[in-house]
């Protein structure tokens, strides 16, 4: 989990146990890296070592394949000492983020850095926008990172939908930003209501700013485990969709597995197993709100933000060997975005402390080189985003599609109905297949660990489809149904041009055409429909 700090610290574990997962990616630059930072960069990559030479040899023979990663560590902004970003000789990124802006301890609607300084403050005391100019001058770019588990998220603090919009607002227009990136951790992950406001404010500032004739691209970043998101994570992806936002992606916190992970975890395994699952978890959304998108795409849309060296859990430590790791998983699945916790923690703990576990926010708690993390991830072949109309899609509205049995592909869901293992459905524009038999299960719903859906989804509907075209498995049948005239168990009729067969005496009681036809209808039906899984 990420936090801010107001101090350094440097204790042991049990003293105060370190969470600085408020990690945010930086805006896109607005300029091409400067030959100065060019340069630095050149030298700090040469000097990464074995390994990391290596993983950007790699990088370079793959940049023209998928996406290319944008590298965007984290600063934590309100940490003594005042970590000086801006110097590329302190900082081998081009682009940083800035974290946390959280409410106000006095005024929930009104942003502030860390709960500690207004942006006026920040900029007296910390010289922070001075420093946000020099480095744009340098080519670089920041993007705000908003949130993060200590103190309380905007959107937690100010029910006032307008004055919570213009705070975030104040912050677009005052730091000119691009990219803005909300950290949503701890019982925020879950308050419904703060997910609607952010969600909200965030519709109108895009649309403000696409106006203008401009960008704001968006991340959301939460916590994941080695099974992937959290059902609250998706259930905030989802409503953050849902309300209207063109979400660039979901930025993940590869870190905190938890001790059950075993005395010795393998921290990249759990990594990219974190984040393979992720995707299967976006793909399955972005289908269920009648999106299809490809494998490449859903990875240009996952970031990872690992904490560098020493985990809050005793047993995990990210090496710089797991970050070249995580480099090159990057480049080879096109991940968006790689980001650390933090640029104030790349170094190694001195003294004492250089043999034991550390949990600190000055300095990374493993052996390591000044900068070397920042080093290996510096290599990513990316750049800041935001400029590309297509990294951000539509989602569709699921309560204006209406499902019109006479145009879609397969029968329309129904939540009386019975269904078993195989059989397809059409609901809100996207077709579903059952995993097994089930009724009253919508298919909508997130398919999360441990809460299952009974349905996976298989994609859209598309506007060339037809209405599915049930086939008789009997001939002969001829007769029409009367409303008049009884039948006995065995009778065979024609309805709609199809033939059913009488489970039971049966008068007035008309043969279903809503799919499928359950076993507590009089008719049976003597033919197939389209979804209708194959049997024996």
Known sequence: MLTDRATPLLVRPDDDPLADPDWQEPEPPAEKLSWLRLGFLILVVAGVGIGGTAAVMHWRDNAGALAKSWAVPYVDVTLTPTFEFQDPTLNPANDVALAFVVADKTDGCAPSWGGAYTPDEASASLELDRRISQLRAAGGNIMLSVGGLTNSELAVACTDQARLTDAYRQLVKRYDLATLDLDIEGTALADQGSLTRRAAALKTLQAERTAAGSSLAVWLTVPVSPEGLTADGVAAVRATLEGGVALRGVNVMTMDYGSAKGSNPDMLELTTSALNATHKQLSDLYLRLGVQ??????????????????????????????????????????????????????????????????????????????????????????????????????????????????????????????????????????????????????????????????????????????????????????????????????????????????????????????????PEEPWAPLFTVPGEPVTG
């Not at 072949?381 to 509205?397: L, Y």
């Not at 592909?409 to 059989?423: D, F, K, M, S």
């Not at 008789?472 to 006995?488: F, R």
């Open 293 to 518: 998108l490809t494998s490449s795409e859903v990875w240009s849309r996952i970031g990872a933000t690992p904490m560098i060296g020493q985990n809050d859990v005793d047993a995990e430590r990210f090496t710089v060997q797991d970050a070249a790791g995580l480099a090159t998983f990057a480049v080879d699945k096109g991940l968006g975005r790689v980001s650390m916790w933090s640029l104030n923690r790349d170094s190694r703990c001195k003294n004492t402390f250089t043999n034991v576990v550390v949990h600190s926010n000055t300095c990374s708690g493993v052996d390591q080189t000044a900068l070397e993390f920042s080093k290996v991830f510096a290599g990513l072949p990316g750049t800041s985003v935001g400029s590309s109309g297509r990294e951000s899609v539509e989602i569709p509205d699921q309560n204006a599609t209406v499902d019109d049995p006479a145009t879609s592909p397969y029968p329309v869901w129904r939540l009386t109905a019975l269904y078993v293992g195989g059989y397809k459905v059409v609901w809100h524009g996207v077709v579903y297949q059952a995993k097994w038999a089930n009724q009253g299960a919508d298919p909508t719903a997130d398919d999360v660990s441990g809460t299952p859906n009974p349905w996976s989804v298989v994609g859209p509907v598309s506007t060339s489809e037809i209405a599915p075209t049930p086939t008789p498995a009997v001939s002969g049948v001829t007769a029409e149904w009367n409303p008049a005239l009884g039948y006995k168990r065995g009778d065979r009729v024609v309805f709609g041009g199809l033939p059913y067969e009488a489970r039971w005496i049966t008068k007035n009681e008309p043969p279903s055409t809503e799919y499928p036809i359950g």
